[in-house]
């Protein structure tokens, strides 16, 4: 049986806490593999993770090499033995694309030779793959090419050949992921899209999918006179997009791409099923901007297959916190496979002289994963390698800094349950699919600009007011059913369109007690831009006009806004106005309520909108639970029974995580009052769980204020031990 709980994996009769260590045996001389599995033992740890790259074992067209005849690093059959010897269990990436800046991202050089076997774009120029630390990134290939399938058939079996003993339950393999980086290496060729024959001679299936009621209803879409779906072609230049009706065409192109991708992770998926291989599968999601791109239908729909995204130094804080928190809002049970235990370099040397990523900073960034409700983390990397720095090993097993606080955390995640620990959400981000695939238009067309700056800029921003509000946050794309329905508040960005049915889940929303709140224009067309007023008439208001600055007035406050548009009010109250006109509203729906914001209520830094955000939290029912004095300290309270840890987090002044300013320590007053989060007693001692530091203190001085002293990178991660 292998079995992923709230706070650990099953695997037969073992319970292993979810946190894994990532070595790269072919980029580690052999005669080191055992010291370098001592240190990992020696830290706790009992997973450990590698890649399997096709371009170093397939050393000639059909010929595999898996136990280093010619050459000692390809000797997989040893490593696994080992691992198997040293008690550990393993998880697997074999490709076929590797994100681990290798040459050609592990794809052997035949493939990528032929060109009609690659990802091109609508002037058949094929898709370059991305080089992050100088290797040789190579191209993309065509993942539904039926010659690349089948090639990946014939690497996979002969793999499955070599590790057939050593998967579960007759080995130590229980997890397998499904391609490094499934779409298609990044989020810039998968905008463009894959125009080679053999992806587009799916589409027609796709548009029959979607258009269930046949090409009639295509064409009233799109506005044209097709026969049929095989006549339909994809749209290539971006600025013919100038009609509101085209961009359906747009939307179903990109659609399809998360559709191709879905169908290649499911081909790569029942190719080891088919090979007697049924252990845990894990796939990777793209992002665009810091919006998850989770497969078309699956993401959180299968518990064996789970969806993981990268966690590393090259976003800023708030970016990577929002993809945490749209990860833990799609899946019941949020994972990184590449959680960064240091950082790719070309010049690693040089990096860890001028940037090194330490001890505060793994520490650091595993709290926050860890107060973002992520389940299980794979230390990526653990070992050091080529292109790499501040992993907690280097190859010859040397320990460096990022070992210590490693080894706190499995030994934590053993004797404790936090993982099973989670916020109560207050608030909720929602952006719909569609408007994510928008985002991925590059150049902003001009058909909707407004809609562009409320999606890359208004929204992560208005995530960073909620977040230095101390708020319980989340966030989803709609693309499965689940947890959002829940949220307390859930904030939409509202554009002209927004699909039937989602209106229509938004209203039932609201009527069942959430407050849901749309940013931005209110919706009055479907996403085949035909007339949907759905949440329209639910809430009572419609907007109308052009974009201007102006002063608003709400809550007794006054401060200059940017609004999209003016709201004409039909059923609604004004919160917010212009003068006359009104430019918020809110609408009581049964037993919750549908609010309306036709500007941009971000702060940015500005003291009278920050007190606006309060106003109308409270207005919508919440207030935050926890505090910190100063708005660049976040803290969070995630708790499960009667348990409870209280988390703080000081991110680099700077924004960008591998930036620290070196600002001065300072003091700051935190506040927590237990009594709101339901947890019971009169004293209370805080346990650091890195650090072994207590506090001792009472439920009433705890609800007034203690004080902490921080600077860039600080983070701590209290166990509350409550009495009386």
Not at 246 to 252: A, F, T
Not at 356 to 368: C, K, P, S
Not at 631 to 653: M, Q
Request: hydrophobic share 40%.
């Amino acid at each position: 049986m292998i079995e992923a709980t709230e706070r650990s994996f099953i695997v037969g009769r073992e319970e292993l806490a979810p946190l894994s260590v990532e070595m790269h045996y072919f980029r580690v001389p052999k005669r080191y593999w055992s010291i370098c599995f001592e240190r990992i033992k020696r830290a706790d740890f009992r997973i450990i993770s590698t890649q399997i790259p096709w371009n170093v074992h397939e050393v000639s067209d059909g010929r595999f090499d898996f136990v280093g005849i010619e050459d000692q690093s390809r000797d997989l059959t040893v490593f696994l033995e080992l691992a198997r010897e040293f008690g550990f269990k393993v998880i697997i990436r074999p490709g076929p694309w590797l994100e681990a800046e290798w040459p050609d991202h592990g794809l052997p050089k035949y493939l990528l030779d032929h060109k009609d076997l690659l990802a091109q774009d609508a002037d058949g120029v094929p898709h370059k793959a991305e080089s992050r630390a100088g290797e040789n990134a190579g191209l993309i290939p065509s993942y539904l090419h039926p010659v690349y399938m089948s090639a990946v058939k014939r690497y996979f079996m002969a793999l499955a050949d070599v590790i057939r003993n050593y998967v579960y339950p007759r080995g130590p393999i229980f997890m397998i992921e499904l391609d490094g980086r499934p779409f298609m290496g990044g989020s810039g060729p998968f905008t463009k899209g894959d125009h080679n024959p053999s992806s587009k001679e799916h589409y027609p299936e796709y548009l029959d999918y979607i258009y269930t009621n046949g090409i009639r209803e295509l064409n009233q879409t799109y506005k044209t006179s097709h026969k049929s779906f095989e006549e339909v072609q994809p749209p290539t230049v971006l600025a013919d997009l100038t009609k509101p009706e085209q961009l359906p065409e747009w939307l179903d192109w990109l659609g399809f791409q998360s559709n191709v991708v879905d169908q290649y992770v499911q081909l790569l998926r029942e190719i080891w099923v088919g090979l007697d291989a049924e252990p845990f599968f894990v796939y990777e999601m793209g992002h665009s901007g810091p919006y998850c791109l989770p497969l078309s239908d699956r993401s959180g729909e299968d518990p064996a297959v789970l969806p993981s995204i990268a966690v590393d130094w090259s976003e800023d804080f708030y970016t990577t916190l929002f993809r945490l928190r749209t990860l833990g809002g799609l899946s019941p049970f949020p994972l990184t496979l590449r959680f960064a235990c240091g950082h790719y370099s070309a010049e690693p040397e040089v990096k860890e002289r001028y940037a090194a990523v330490g001890e505060d900073q793994t520490r650091f960034l595993m709290i926050t994963a860890l107060a973002s409700g992520i389940k299980m983390m794979n230390a990526y990397m653990f070992v050091n390698r080529d292109r790499w720095y501040g992993g907690a090993v280097d190859v010859d097993g040397t320990v460096k800094p990022s070992y210590v606080p490693l080894q706190k955390l499995e030994q934590i995640l053993e004797q404790l349950p936090v993982p099973a620990l989670r916020q109560d959400i207050q608030v909720g981000f929602g952006v719909p699919r569609e408007y994510v695939n928008y985002t991925m238009l590059r150049e902003d067309p001009p058909l909707h600009p407004d809609l562009s700056h409320l999606l890359k800029e208004t929204i992560p921003a208005l995530h960073k007011d909620f977040t230095v509000h101390n708020m319980a946050i989340s966030a989803t794309d709609f693309s499965v059913s689940g947890p959002w329905e829940t949220w307390p508040i859930l904030f939409v960005p509202g554009g002209p369109f927004m699909n039937s049915t989602l209106q229509e889940n938004l209203v039932a929303t609201a009527r069942a007690g959430q407050q849901v709140v749309i940013v931005g224009d209110m919706p009055l067309l479907d996403g085949r831009m035909k007339s949907c007023q759905t949440l329209a008439r639910a809430a009572g208001a419609r907007t109308y006009g052009t974009a201007g600055v102006d002063d608003a007035e709400a809550f007794g406050l006054s401060f200059p806004v940017h609004h999209q548009s003016f709201i004409r009010v039909t059923g609604a109250t004004t919160i917010v106005s212009v003068g006359s006109k009104a430019i918020g509203t809110h609408a009581k729906v049964d037993q919750g309520g549908i609010t309306l914001l036709s500007f941009d209520p971000a702060s940015r830094g500005d003291a009278t909108r920050h007190l606006f955000q309060r106003a109308l939290l409270k207005l919508l029912g919440q207030e935050p639970l926890v505090y910190s004095s100063d708005p660049g300290v976040h803290v969070f309270l995630n708790k499960f029974d009667k348990y409870a840890v209280l988390y703080l987090v000081t991110p680099p002044t700077s924004g960008m995580l591998a930036n620290g300013t070196g600002v001065p320590e300072r003091n700051v007053i935190i506040r927590c009052d237990l009594r709101q989060h339901k947890l019971k007693g009169k004293n209370v001692k805080m346990v650091e769980l890195f650090g072994g530091e207590t506090i001792k203190t009472t439920v009433s001085e705890l609800r007034t204020g203690i004080v902490v002293r921080v600077k860039d990178y600080t983070s701590y991660a209290w166990w509350l031990e409550r009495k009386g």
